[in-house]
């Protein structure tokens, strides 16, 4: 059974930094475009970075990038979002997604919360 | 990199069929058959319903079906069910390496 489990959500105040980890299990993790996607409390899914198979390519929406860093570690099947300067419209659910152009397995989401 | 523009709610009776679209750009749906459609109950993680514009995966059942024209992209729903009402979000691979979702459709099963 394939499975995503998110964790590594906090609340922290605006400027600081956290890191997201995603643990998966039944599939070869080493072979899939991995991405992270958000949802800010009541709003809708935001597509935040993705990451090739063996990490040389990452991409990242326009509003991270220069703060977060997705990274991934395929001897522990594993995948990370190091977030930086941390924003109070950060606030959302992360979740971990198999897959570049289309997502078909999750995490279960992990709240990072960004407040004063 | 502006989302793509979904209906706030639709809603149908059980059993009949309901349409929900998506509208993109020349830049993202216009040019791309990468169009994804997701199902989303309160408190969930997404699930993916339709790839590739039209693709279902394994254990989607063949009541969703999704199709394209131009700019737009559709998910049709037929045989509603009470198990359908949630939200729908659709996306489209928008060029360099980047997704872009929509905001999202409530489905009310009346």
């Known amino acids: 059974e394939v499975q995503l489990v998110d964790s590594g959500g906090d609340l922290v105040q605006p400027g600081q930094s956290l890191t997201l980890s995603c643990v998966v299990s039944?599939?070869?993790?080493?072979?899939?475009?991995m991405s992270w996607v958000r949802q800010a409390p009541g709003k809708g899914l935001e597509w935040v970075a993705n990451i090739k198979q063996d990490g040389s390519e990452k991409y990242y929406v326009d509003s991270v990038k220069g703060r977060f860093t997705i990274s991934r570690d395929n001897v522990k099947n594993s995948l990370y979002l190091q977030m930086n300067s941390l924003r109070v419209e950060d606030t959302a659910v992360y979740y971990c997604?198999?897959?570049?152009?289309?997502?078909?397995?999750w995490g279960q989401g992990t709240l990072v919360t960004v407040s004063s | 990199q502006s989302a793509l523009t979904q209906p706030r709610s639709v809603s149908g009776s059980p059993g009949q069929s309901v349409t929900i679209s998506c509208t993109g750009t020349s830049s993202d749906i216009g040019v791309y058959t990468y169009v994804s459609w997701y199902r989303q109950h309160p408190g969930k993680a997404p699930k993916l319903l339709i790839y590739d514009v039209t693709k279902r995966p394994s254990g989607v059942p063949d009541r969703f079906s999704g199709s394209k024209s131009g700019n737009t992209a559709s998910l049709t729903i037929s045989g509603l069910q009470a198990e359908d009402e949630a939200d729908y979000y659709c996306?489209?691979?928008?060029?360099?390496?980047?997704?872009?979702f929509g905001g999202g459709t409530k489905l009310t099963v009346l």
């Open positions: 996306c489209s691979y928008a060029g360099s390496y980047s997704v872009v």
């Open positions: 997604a198999r897959g570049e152009l289309a997502f078909d397995s």
């Open positions: 039944g599939f070869t993790f080493r072979s899939y475009w």
